[in-house]
């Protein structure tokens, strides 16, 4: 079970020529999370981050967007927890994964980048202990379209399967921090649980 949250780290690349694609999902995900809860981002330049701090399930959780590109994330994640003194195990790290299917949500306990390079790039600075929100966003069936899948445009049908799972991860989130990886897990997993209609 982790002990706490204190980070969650939407990865992405910065200005208005990524906002729109699936390879910002997790910038995404971490704007609806400062929504609900009151948060308004501020660019720290001593961290190279977007940062706002918010109180989710009476914890009080930093929510940061790295703005030095997704293959560089690690460097800004780091100098955030140096400051505040922040084990990686205490972060959450939400972003895209092309391993998963569209509306496919997964949450996962350390291990590798899979070959995710702002996954990679926090590894590198950091170490493997941190969680992952992996948002499904699908493959475009060739290794060589992966770049141009995920920096093009969403398409409408695209873009209403993010939005349903980030709401499920607005679900999951107090979960997590009340009840624990496990619980989170098994709501998250259990396909019975694991609806886009609100449940």
């Given at each position: 079970m982790i002990s706490k949250l204190s980070v969650i780290a939407g990865l992405?690349?910065?200005g208005p020529r990524y906002t729109d694609t699936l390879h910002n999902v997790g910038f995404a995900c971490v704007d609806e999370i400062a929504s609900n809860?009151?948060?308004?981002?501020?660019?720290?330049?001593?961290f190279d981050t977007e940062i706002t701090k918010v109180t989710i399930s009476e914890q009080n959780v930093w929510l940061i967007k790295p703005q030095s590109f997704m293959n560089k994330s690690g460097s800004p994640i780091r100098a955030v927890l140096n400051y505040y003194q922040i084990p990686t195990d205490q972060v959450l790290v939400i972003h895209d994964e092309i391993d998963l299917d569209v509306e496919v949500l997964k949450l996962k306990i350390a291990g590798g980048h899979g070959g995710h390079n702002g996954l990679r790039d926090i590894i590198s600075h950091c170490d493997n202990q941190f969680l992952r929100l992996r948002i499904g966003?699908?493959?475009p069936g060739c290794k060589d379209e992966v770049i141009n899948y995920?920096?093009?445009?969403?398409?409408?049908?695209?873009e209403i399967a993010a939005y349903q799972n980030i709401n499920q991860a607005l679900k999951i989130i107090p979960i997590l921090i009340e009840q624990g990886v496990e619980s989170a897990m098994k709501k998250l997993h259990t396909q019975e649980n694991y609806k886009k209609d609100g449940d």
């Open positions: 992405g690349n910065p809860y009151g948060g308004i981002f501020s660019y720290e330049a001593k966003v699908g493959h995920v920096l093009r445009k969403v398409t409408k049908e695209q």
